[in-house]
């Protein structure tokens, strides 16, 4: 019965080290904005509301944050503002570690026969991105395509008609645990307790 104690012991401490941390995992870090701020293409401004970035995600949770709103002041759309214009937004991370990456795009301007003016912003990839961290974890960051501005006959422009980017970021696969020193010595232990125990069963086999 002793054996079998501390056989199953030693399987506990291995179950314990294999299986990851469930708790939620706390993210913080910030972000940034390039747009075409010039001629030619559709001028754009942007106004922050997001300073930082923080929230806590368990596995398969959905955090939404809203992180800046993206306008034109220009009044109509001309010709030149037809060309698409890149667009990105990086993001930086310093916890649970330093990463990150950029989600990148394109905006342009659009009218129906001059009755109706508008801006696109247009994500590539579906405006989703996967940025790796720790030990394989996984965050998942996804923005949505947004008009802005849009008026009758002319842009209605300003920062109140603007679009607001808004960022999903989604917990897609947690970090695989790594154990800690204490625990690779329970493990170990754990190990030789049960050697020495079968050793004994198996001298005591002999002897009988």
Sequence with gaps: MRSFLTVAAA???LAMIAAPAQAAIIFSGDHSVTVNQTDPGLVLQTQEMAATLNFALELGETATINLFK???TEGSVNPDDLAP????????????EVFGGAVGGTTVGQYFYGIFDKGIVTWANGG????????????????DDADFNGGWVDL??????????KADFT????????PEPATWAMMIAGF?????????????????
């Design 192 to 208: 030789g307790l049960a050697g020495a125990a079968l050793r004994r069963r198996r001298e005591t086999a002999v002897f009988a």
């Design 128 to 143: 989703s991105h996967t940025f790796d961290f720790g030990n394989g974890g996984k965050l998942l960051v996804d923005l």
């Design 171 to 178: 917990l897609t696969q947690l970090p695989s645990a790594v």
């Design 70 to 72: 993206l306008y034109t």
């Design 156 to 165: 209605n422009p300003g920062v109140a008609k603007g679009a607001k980017i």
């Design 85 to 96: 214009k890149p667009i990105s937004v990086g993001f930086t991370f310093t916890v649970p």
């Design 11 to 13: 399987a506990a401490t």
